[in-house]
């Protein structure tokens, strides 16, 4: 489904939760400052378990950029899942 008009956006947004719209507030706001400056890069990814294919949108930014920026997120996530594994060691 792709939301092209005001009306359809009104529409999806009325079925979300309180929670939801506070959360896509965020979104929109962080989104519009990758528009807004110059400094400030985005990227989007959509997807569906398994995640193939999934959509990736980059904001104001060049495939060069992008790549570092996914990497960079990449890394982040791993470590901040990594941070609570147990040890190595217990793997033996």
Avoid: W
């Avoid at 979104?27 to 995640?51: A, F, K, T």
């Avoid at 060069?64 to 040890?87: F, H, K, Q, T």
């Amino acid at each position: 489904m792709f939301i092209t008009t005001p009306e359809e956006i009104e529409t999806a947004v009325n079925k979300m939760t309180e929670d939801q719209r506070r959360h896509l507030r965020i979104v929109i706001s962080e989104l519009i400052q990758c528009y807004l400056n110059d400094d400030i890069h985005g990227m989007v990814l959509v997807g569906r378990p398994p995640y193939e294919p999934f959509k990736i949108m980059a904001v104001n930014t060049n495939e060069m950029d992008a790549a570092e920026l996914l990497s960079a997120a990449r890394e982040y996530i791993n470590g901040a899942v990594m941070e609570d594994a147990p040890p190595k060691e217990k793997f033996n």
